[in-house]
C-alpha cells in the first residue's frame, strides 16, 4: 500500500527554527508537496520537490532524499502566523497525489 | 488571475437527505478538477477527479457522485447523505495534462450531517 508518515503535532518557539519530517511508500514518484493549512482553510501550496536536494524560498525550505523516501519541511525565523498544519503530499506513477495526514505545528511566544 | 469558487461555505443535512455542493473555477480553461473530503485530523481523501467535460474518475466507492457538466464547474452529489458523510469537502483545480504541478484549492464546505 502507499502511505505517508508525519508527526501529528509540534510544538515550536517564536523565531526559532522547526524541522517537519516525511517519509512516504508509494507506488512510484513524481514529486513530493508541502502545503500550509490554517484551522478551517484550505491548503495553499509552499513547495515543490522532484530532484534531491535543498529548495529553499524566504523563510522555508524543503529538502528530498528520493533514495530514502524522505522529506522535510524546515521553517525559520518563526512567527505566530506560522501556526498551521503542514501537509505532505506524494504524486505517485499514475499522476495522483497521496497525502499524509498532516502535522499541526503550534507556536508559542 | 484564476479563482476558485465552492459554496455553500457550511451546510449542516440530517442523515438520508440529498446534497449537491459546487465548485467553479475562473480565469482557465478545461482544467483538471478534483473533490477531496478530509475528515477531522485526518490527511485529504481522493474522491474525484476530472480531466474534461463528462469525464469522472471515482477514487473511492461510496454513496457520493460527481459530475463536470461545463468545462469550469464540479458538482459533488448525494442522494442519500450518511452520518460518515460529514466533513470537509475541498474542491481543488490544476493545470490540464500528465505534467501538471500543483493544485489549487477552493474555500472548502464544511458538511454536517446530523
Known amino acids: 500500500g502507499q502511505n505517508i508518515d508525519q508527526p501529528t503535532e509540534m510544538t515550536a518557539t517564536e523565531g526559532a527554527i522547526v524541522q517537519i519530517n516525511c517519509t512516504y511508500q508509494?507506488?512510484?514518484?513524481?514529486?513530493l508537496f508541502w502545503y500550509q493549512q490554517h484551522a478551517g482553510e484550505a491548503p495553499t501550496f509552499l513547495s515543490y520537490n522532484v530532484l534531491d536536494g535543498l529548495e529553499e524560498k524566504g523563510r522555508f525550505s524543503s529538502f528530498l532524499s528520493r533514495s530514502k523516501g524522505y522529506s522535510y519541511l524546515l521553517l525559520k525565523e518563526l512567527q505566530m502566523k506560522d501556526s498551521a498544519s503542514y501537509l505532505c503530499?506524494?504524486?505517485?506513477?499514475?499522476?495522483?497525489?497521496?497525502w499524509g495526514a498532516g502535522t499541526k505545528l503550534i507556536i508559542k511566544p | 488571475s484564476q479563482t476558485i469558487h465552492q459554496w455553500p461555505a457550511t451546510l449542516v443535512q440530517p442523515v438520508g437527505s440529498p446534497l449537491s455542493l459546487e465548485c467553479t473555477v475562473e480565469g482557465t480553461s478545461n482544467p483538471n478538477l478534483y473533490w477531496y473530503r478530509q475528515a477531522a485530523g485526518r490527511g485529504l481523501q481522493l474522491l474525484f477527479y476530472s480531466v474534461g467535460i463528462g469525464q469522472i474518475s471515482s477514487e473511492v466507492p461510496q454513496n457520493l457522485s460527481a459530475s463536470r457538466p461545463q468545462d469550469r464547474q464540479f458538482i459533488l452529489s448525494s442522494k442519500k447523505l450518511l452520518l460518515s458523510d460529514s466533513g470537509f469537502y475541498l474542491c481543488?483545480?490544476?493545470?490540464?495534462?500528465?505534467?501538471?504541478?500543483?493544485?489549487?484549492f477552493g474555500p472548502g464546505t464544511r458538511l454536517t450531517v446530523t
Open positions: 508509494t507506488s512510484g514518484f513524481n514529486g
Open positions: 503530499a506524494v504524486r505517485d506513477s499514475n499522476y495522483q497525489l497521496i
Open positions: 481543488a483545480w490544476s493545470a490540464p495534462g500528465a505534467s501538471h504541478l500543483e493544485q489549487y
